[in-house]
């Protein structure tokens, strides 16, 4: 009886040990499959308002089953949201625009480095961080338009001749607290150094046909208006222009035509849009994915068909529209080098007066 007991008591433990693990192995198995389905997924901290963009993420979702999932926002907005989330942040991915954002979200070590050969095939050296912590996905030029009707293509040379009495009282151009102006002068100091920047910048303010105000499209409104003669601003505000569904703003962009500068020398200033893997991303192999995509082909052509913006990736032809312009020389400096000299730009804006 005490065998029988014992034998008894043996099967229940071994039953019970049996069971133990295959209930571990259940629970083992299906957090596994959680976390695969939580890692089929991309969260993306986005300053970019476009249609285009969209689209693309939908591309991306379709050919690798990766879901991608958004938070619009002002690229300030975002930086700062990363800096209070630390380690909790969801954000895989920062896509904003203007390499000055893109520095300043470095300097704060908000990014990490990430290293692929595929990027470095499709992404010149210029246009991405040497250390891999941020990639250009796209370019923009920041160019002098002008009213054909009041001005002719060879009166224009270069950014420094704007400075000349020339054009008193013909330049209309957006604040100094622009990033796009702050790039364009981090450029200037970089080519010409802070002395020279500064008288520039003097010159350019007592030329200036209005105070700095409104963005791109305005001061291109302004040069229509017969409120100045030339402006600064970047090309692809042109594209939208000619493009929009609002009948008057088609009609002045048919009076604007764009002039690149400096073309016997360093080239037209170029910036970009830039796409960086945060440094606490969860799901970074997939945002290097989505970077990847971006600047493929097939991506590069959708950026420069739809949202008139050049490619950065060289195999990659400009949009109809933008070829149509003519070919140009771009100034080929690292964009790093105008990251670092942002501060510098916004010393000098403040010491020519420039609002």
Not at 33 to 53: C, G, L, M, P, W
Not at 167 to 178: A, D, E, L, M, P
Not at 226 to 232: D, M, R
Request: proline share 3%; aromatic share 8%.
């Amino acid at each position: 009886m005490k065998s029988t007991f014992l034998f008894l008591f043996a099967a229940v433990i071994g039953l019970m040990t049996s069971c133990g693990p295959t209930s571990d192995t259940k629970n083992t198995t299906d957090s596994s499959e959680e976390a695969k389905a939580e890692s089929q997924e991309v969260n993306i901290y986005s300053h970019r308002f476009y249609d285009t963009d969209k689209a693309l993420f939908e591309r991306f979702e379709e050919l690798t089953g990766i879901k991608v999932n958004v938070k619009m926002d002002k690229a300030d907005r975002l930086i700062q949201l990363l800096q209070t989330e630390g380690e909790n942040t969801p954000a895989d991915l920062l896509v904003t625009t203007d390499i000055g954002r893109v520095y300043y979200a470095k300097e704060l070590g908000l990014l990490r480095s990430m290293q692929s050969d595929v990027l470095n095939e499709q992404i010149p050296s210029h246009l991405r961080d040497a250390e891999g912590q941020w990639f250009g996905i796209t370019k923009r030029a920041r160019v002098i338009m002008y009213n054909e009707e009041l001005v002719k293509p060879e009166e224009l040379s270069t950014y420094e001749n704007l400075a000349s009495d020339e054009w008193k009282g013909q330049i209309s151009v957006r604040s100094s607290t622009n990033v796009y102006n702050k790039s364009l002068m981090a450029s200037l100091i970089a080519n010409n150094g802070r002395d020279a920047a500064l008288e520039w910048a003097q010159a350019v303010v007592a030329n200036m046909a209005t105070e700095p105000k409104g963005n791109d499209r305005d001061q291109l409104k302004n040069i229509v208006s017969g409120t100045g003669k030339v402006a600064l601003a970047n090309t692809y505000y042109l594209g939208l222009m000619k493009n929009s569904e609002n009948e008057a703003e088609r009609a002045a962009a048919e009076k604007i035509k764009p002039f690149f500068p400096n073309q016997d020398g360093r080239g037209a200033h170029v910036n970009i849009s830039g796409a960086a893997v945060t440094k606490h991303a969860k799901n970074a192999e997939n945002a290097m994915r989505l970077i990847e995509f971006l600047t493929s082909e097939e991506a590069q052509t959708m950026y420069a068909e739809a949202n008139y913006e050049f490619p950065v990736n060289p195999n990659v032809q400009a949009s109809e529209l933008l070829r149509s312009w003519g070919d140009f020389k771009e100034d080929e400096i690292n964009l790093e080098e105008i990251g670092r000299l942002q501060t510098e730009a916004i010393s000098v804006f403040e010491e020519a007066g420039w609002n």
